[in-house]
């Protein structure tokens, strides 16, 4: 059939906190053919005073859903991870372009890490904290994305070396890592790039920065911290 151009909504998480942004974009295609979702009802949120509309509203006791009108998207969060799409799609264009899923599965030293186990949420305003045994991660929706990050209570049981490892599993994109290991793109099955993740870093309770940096994994990808001499708790962001 004829190749044809059509308008929809990229992703790209940048900034130094890596946050989502979204942007207006052209894709070529070619005979793609994508299903058609369910309809979903998405609560309303108030914008009165600017800031409600990035709120975590429940769905259940076990999953949060926000919308980001600033930046089109909308995202969910369960026990499965963080599920990120676009907001609205063109009306010529049935089904979800991308989608994104990113899960911690696993914290650790470098050469054993321990599944993280089941979380429990704690949702304030714009902020939804998912606490584990050995970590809380959490995730911040503003106007200008959402904000990821990481707090690291306690070494791990057992930990042998300084190295400290959080382990990420990516369902829909798949990473790859930059050159500077600070910074990684998301990509589809054609290798388009879709979602730009970059801005790592991690400091201790002293404020002292710690190298960072990511590295692949079977799953996806991997969060690695040089934790010698630090003072708990370590932050990720």
């Not at 369960?78 to 372009?97: A, D, Q």
């Not at 500077?180 to 993740?197: I, L, N, P």
Request: aromatic residues 12%; negative net charge.
């Amino acid at each position: 059939s004829a190749r044809r151009f059509q308008p929809f909504w990229v992703a790209i998480m940048s900034s130094r906190n890596r946050k989502w942004h979204f942007m207006l974009a052209r894709y070529q295609l070619l005979s793609l053919l994508f299903l058609v979702p369910q309809p979903r009802v998405f609560p309303q949120v108030e914008r009165g005073d600017g800031h409600a509309e990035f709120f975590w509203a429940s769905m259940s006791d076990e999953m949060y859903s926000a919308t980001n009108l600033s930046q089109g998207f909308r995202s969910h969060i369960s026990k499965g991870g963080l599920e990120v799409l676009p907001r609205e799609l063109p009306s010529n264009t049935p089904g979800t372009p991308w989608k994104l899923l990113l899960q911690t599965l696993s914290f650790g030293g470098e050469n054993q890490q321990d599944p993280v186990g089941e979380p429990q949420f704690a949702a304030v305003g714009n902020r939804l904290d998912l606490h584990y045994a050995a970590l809380s991660e959490w995730y911040v929706n503003e106007e200008c994305g959402i904000e990821q990050g990481w707090t690291i209570l306690k070494p791990p049981p057992a930990h042998a070396g300084f190295a400290l490892r959080i382990e990420i599993a990516t369902f829909g994109l798949h990473a790859k890592i930059a050159g500077d290991g600070r910074s990684a793109t998301f990509v589809d099955h054609a290798g388009e790039a879709r979602v730009a993740y970059d801005g790592l870093r991690a400091w201790d309770a002293t404020g002292r920065d710690l190298d960072a940096c990511l590295i692949l994994a079977p799953a996806g990808f991997a969060v690695h911290i040089e934790g010698e001499g630090a003072q708990y708790p370590i932050t990720v962001d």
